[in-house]
C-alpha cells in the first residue's frame, strides 16, 4: 500500500500530543501545550523515518527509546533526574495502555488501508474524521482524568512572604500546602521550606562558602561544616518525613521574623532545600495552612 507522509506525520503528531498530554495530566505536571506539541511533532517526524528502508538504525530499540526520552524531554523539560524519570515512565505507561488498545481494534476491526511497521501505525483517515475523533479523544480524556487527584484546573493557593533573614528582608512566593505539618519540634515555630538558590544572598559571605562547597542535601554535614567554620546560632536540623523518606532531616536557619501578607510578624525556621520547587510549583517555597 502507498503511504502518504502528510497523512502519517499528522497522524503521529495527533497520537503523540494525546499521549504526552495524558501523562502530564496524570503527573500533575504544569501543561505547556507549545512544548508538548514540539515533543509530539519529534515523535510524529520519527515515525515517518521508520518507513524508509535504509534507515534501519532507526528501527532499534535503543533508537525508540532515545526518542521517546527526547520527547518527553522536549515536552516536560528536566527539572531533576526523578522529575523526569517519572513523568517518562507514566508516559510510556500511558503509551503502552494505548498500543493495546489498537491492538485489540487491529484484532476485531481493523481500518482499511492501514498498517503498522516498525510499532507506528499508518492509516488513510479523511480530515473531517481525524478532527472529529481528535475532539473526541480528548474529550474523553478530559472526562477519565479531571477527578484525578491534584487536577484541578485551579493552581494551589499562594502567600506572599517577607522573609527577614540576618537582617534583610526577602520577598518569596510560597505555596500553601494543605498537607504541610512541618514545624520546629523545640518551639512549635512554623518551618517554611525554600530553595537555597533564593536565600543565598542574605546568608553571611562565609555561610554562603561553605554551603557553595557542600550544599544542603545532606544537612547533618552541612551543620557540621558550618560549626566548624564558626557559624552555629540560629541553626538547627528538622526533622521530616515525605513519599519516600521516613526519616529526613533539612537545615534550618532561625529567622528574624517571617510575615505572611498582611499578618503580623511571626518567629518561624527557614528550611533549605536543593529541590526545585519552582520548577513543579512556579513558587519558590513552600509553607503549612
Known sequence: MAVYLDELFLLNLVINYLLLLSAAMLCTAPVKRPRILAGAAVGALYACLTFFPELHLFYTFLAKMGFSALMCLIAYGFHSKRV?????????????????????????????????????????????????????????????????????????????????????????EAMVDTGNRLCDPLTNDRVVLVEYTWVRSALPQGMRAVLDVFGVADAAEAL???????YCEGLRLVPYTAVGTNRGLLLALRADHIREGESPPESALVALTETRLSEETGCCAVIGA
Open 224 to 230: 557540621r561544616m558550618l560549626a566548624s567554620a564558626g
Open 84 to 172: 523526569f524519570l517519572r513523568r517518562t515512565l507514566v508516559f510510556y505507561a500511558v503509551s503502552f495502555a494505548f498500543a493495546g488498545a489498537m491492538m485489540l481494534l487491529f484484532r476485531f476491526a481493523a481500518p482499511e488501508n492501514s498498517a503498522v511497521r516498525n510499532g507506528i501505525l499508518y492509516a488513510q483517515i479523511s480530515s473531517p474524521v481525524l478532527i472529529a475523533a481528535t475532539a473526541a479523544a480528548y474529550l474523553l480524556m478530559t472526562l477519565l482524568l479531571k477527578h484525578t487527584p491534584g487536577l484541578s484546573e485551579h493552581p494551589p493557593p499562594r502567600a506572599a512572604l517577607v522573609v527577614s533573614l540576618y537582617g534583610k528582608d526577602l520577598e518569596l
